[in-house]
């Protein structure tokens, strides 16, 4: 029997606030294990939490940007579990009255908008971070509570994904929706956007729902891409084997590729949700709503259109460049230091954005400056540095970070356009090209492209291109 995946994500964002969610403790990463905390996120008895309204602000944009019905009335809860680095043995969180419900979010697939259903919207507090020793044989862990209380929006899908293509879509674009909402940067290394992925199977035409597996604690988009593939061929071959799938969680392993059993599947009233007695229920007016929803930033499809109207980029580059929001800044701050916005467009299209690709880096994790980027092409504009020597130079740029002043000046790549120097090598091109020489003055053009290319090899590639051909021809007419 041929089976179709039923794909269902729930996406975990850490905000860019500068305090945690219940209290004024910083989330600034990297620091010192448990530095970070005070009595209310290490859960003494007898503090009170207080909500930080930038988090309710970034979620209340994350609820409108993702078309969901904003409650008037929100509550948080209590989500109670024993976890090692949960120091309270609960959760602040949301579940009857989330801040928002029942959205969408289109995603291109195959040349094709899919639109898939977004279930609820909510803001909770992270828990901390368990440190596993690097060393087999170790039997204890380490808790790091400074990511306890970190403000977090979990957004919930509805199953509405059935391919590898559909869910790769989603990831990618409900991340740079969020890069957009300047809510997170979305830092997948250092764990500020987490998937986890609810997976079935079904026989294909078929619109029923079976069973499902969680798949926890996902941080890239490829580790989810490979859990879909995994569980799609587990739970198919267990279904033609006339097996049952449990509902569980799984964690991946990445060491045999596969997923492993982690504990029986909890339902919501495993948590004993309750109303969480130190926040009272609050009122959400709808001044306040459309107050958020003028002040959004300038999203995607807003900035297309002033990059197209702006900076005559062709629909294209413009599609390309906004596809993500960190390229779109770099783009801007490149075309803010030396205004060619197409030339810089042309560059990053090409040698940037495979130079990333083949690193597999996120254009902020490049040390290259977009103001350096903007002096390569103004070094070219200027014939200061031909193109071809401007692609050489580009990979130093790319991994050291130097300004290409400076890789010029270290290297003597400055192009020469000083007639009488690059003359000399013309008149060796003559004398040691006569075949060339000939075939060019019998009316074969082609033939000065050989000529050329003697002048540029001796001269190392300085030479003006455009100083070479007009030398070139004036002499071949001369002779």
Same mark, same amino acid.
């Given at each position: 029997?041929?089976?179709?995946?039923?794909?269902?994500?729930?996406?975990?964002?850490?905000?860019?606030?500068?305090?945690?969610?219940?209290?004024?403790?910083?989330?600034?990463?990297?620091?010192?294990?448990?530095?970070?905390?005070?009595?209310?996120?290490?859960?003494?008895?007898?503090?009170?939490?207080?909500?930080?309204?930038?988090?309710?602000?970034?979620?209340?944009?994350?609820?409108?940007?993702?078309?969901?019905?904003?409650?008037?009335?929100?509550?948080?809860?209590?989500?109670?579990?024993?976890?090692?680095?949960?120091?309270?043995?609960?959760?602040?969180?949301?579940?009857?009255?989330?801040?928002?419900?029942?959205?969408?979010?289109?995603?291109?697939?195959?040349?094709?908008?899919?639109?898939?259903?977004?279930?609820?919207?909510?803001l909770e507090e992270d828990a901390g971070k368990l440190v596993h020793p690097e060393f087999?044989?170790?039997?204890?862990?380490?808790?790091?509570?400074?990511?306890?209380?970190?403000?977090?929006?979990?957004?919930?899908?509805?199953?509405?994904?059935?391919?590898?293509?559909?869910?790769?879509?989603?990831?990618?674009?409900?991340?740079?929706?969020?890069?957009?909402?300047?809510?997170?940067?979305?830092?997948?290394? %250092?764990? /500020? *956007?987490?998937? @986890? +992925?609810?997976?079935?199977? #079904?026989?294909?035409? =078929?619109? &029923?729902?079976?069973?499902?597996?969680?798949?926890?604690?996902?941080?890239?988009?490829?580790?989810?891409?490979?859990?879909?593939?995994?569980?799609?061929?587990?739970?198919?071959?267990?279904?033609?084997?006339?097996?049952?799938?449990?509902? %569980?969680? /799984? *964690?991946?392993? @990445? +060491?045999?590729?596969?997923? #492993?059993?982690?504990? =029986?599947? &909890?339902?919501?009233?495993?948590?004993?949700?309750?109303?969480?007695?130190?926040?009272?229920?609050?009122?959400?007016?709808?001044?306040?709503i459309e107050e958020v929803r003028r002040h959004l930033p300038e999203l995607r499809e807003?900035?297309?259109?002033?990059?197209?109207?702006?900076?005559?980029?062709?629909?294209?580059?413009?599609?390309?460049?906004?596809?993500?929001?960190?390229?779109?800044?770099?783009?801007?701050?490149?075309?803010?230091?030396?205004?060619?916005?197409?030339?810089?467009?042309?560059?990053?299209?090409?040698?940037?954005?495979?130079?990333?690709?083949?690193t597999e880096n996120e254009i902020t994790d490049v040390p290259m400056k977009p103001q350096?980027?903007?002096?390569?092409?103004?070094?070219?504009?200027?014939?200061?540095?031909?193109?071809?020597?401007?692609?050489?130079?580009?990979?130093?740029?790319?991994?050291?970070?130097?300004?290409?002043?400076?890789?010029?000046?270290?290297?003597?790549?400055?192009?020469?356009?000083?007639?009488?120097?690059?003359?000399?090598?013309?008149?060796?091109?003559?004398?040691?090209?006569?075949?060339?020489?000939?075939?060019?003055?019998?009316?074969?053009?082609?033939?000065?492209?050989?000529?050329?290319?003697?002048?540029?090899?001796?001269?190392?590639?300085?030479?003006?291109?455009?100083?070479?051909?007009?030398?070139?021809?004036?002499?071949?007419?001369?002779?």
């Amino acid at each position: 029997m041929r089976y179709e995946p039923v794909i269902g994500m729930e996406v975990h964002v850490e905000l860019s606030t500068h305090s945690k969610c219940f209290c004024g403790c910083s989330i600034e990463f990297g620091a010192e294990p448990n530095t970070q905390t005070c009595p209310i996120c290490l859960g003494m008895p007898g503090v009170l939490p207080v909500l930080n309204e930038t988090a309710l602000e970034y979620t209340l944009r994350t609820a409108i940007a993702l078309n969901c019905r904003v409650n008037r009335s929100s509550q948080f809860e209590r989500k109670n579990y024993y976890y090692p680095d949960l120091p309270k043995n609960y959760q602040i969180s949301q579940l009857r009255k989330n801040l928002g419900d029942d959205g969408w979010l289109d995603i291109p697939v195959n040349n094709s908008t899919l639109r898939i259903g977004i279930d609820n919207v909510h803001l909770e507090e992270d828990a901390g971070k368990l440190v596993h020793p690097e060393f087999s044989g170790a039997d204890y862990s380490l808790v790091d509570l400074n990511r306890a209380g970190t403000p977090l929006i979990e957004i919930v899908s509805k199953p509405d994904m059935h391919s590898d293509d559909e869910a790769l879509a989603y990831m990618e674009t409900l991340k740079n929706l969020l890069q957009y909402l300047e809510i997170s940067d979305c830092n997948m290394h %250092e764990g /500020r *956007l987490r998937f @986890e +992925a609810n997976i079935s199977v #079904r026989p294909e035409g =078929s619109d &029923e729902l079976r069973t499902k597996v969680e798949i926890k604690n996902l941080n890239s988009m490829r580790t989810v891409l490979r859990c879909i593939e995994h569980e799609v061929k587990r739970q198919s071959l267990a279904y033609d084997r006339g097996e049952t799938i449990a509902q %569980e969680t /799984r *964690l991946w392993d @990445e +060491a045999a590729g596969v997923t #492993r059993t982690m504990r =029986s599947k &909890e339902r919501a009233n495993d948590y004993r949700y309750f109303p969480e007695p130190d926040l009272p229920l609050f009122e959400i007016s709808e001044q306040r709503i459309e107050e958020v929803r003028r002040h959004l930033p300038e999203l995607r499809e807003a900035k297309m259109a002033r990059f197209i109207g702006e900076y005559g980029l062709p629909e294209y580059d413009a599609a390309l460049i906004t596809n993500s929001k960190p390229l779109s800044d770099y783009y801007e701050q490149a075309v803010q230091a030396h205004r060619n916005p197409k030339s810089i467009s042309n560059w990053i299209m090409t040698e940037l954005l495979r130079r990333l690709k083949e690193t597999e880096n996120e254009i902020t994790d490049v040390p290259m400056k977009p103001q350096h980027l903007a002096s390569l092409v103004k070094l070219v504009d200027d014939n200061t540095l031909s193109l071809p020597m401007a692609k050489k130079i580009f990979p130093e740029m790319f991994e050291t970070g130097k300004a290409p002043e400076a890789i010029v000046e270290e290297r003597g790549l400055k192009q020469v356009s000083d007639t009488s120097q690059i003359e000399t090598f013309v008149d060796q091109a003559i004398a040691a090209n006569a075949k060339a020489v000939d075939d060019y003055r019998k009316g074969n053009p082609k033939a000065l492209g050989a000529l050329v290319g003697f002048v540029m090899k001796a001269s190392r590639g300085q030479a003006n291109p455009a100083v070479v051909n007009e030398l070139l021809e004036k002499k071949l007419k001369q002779s």
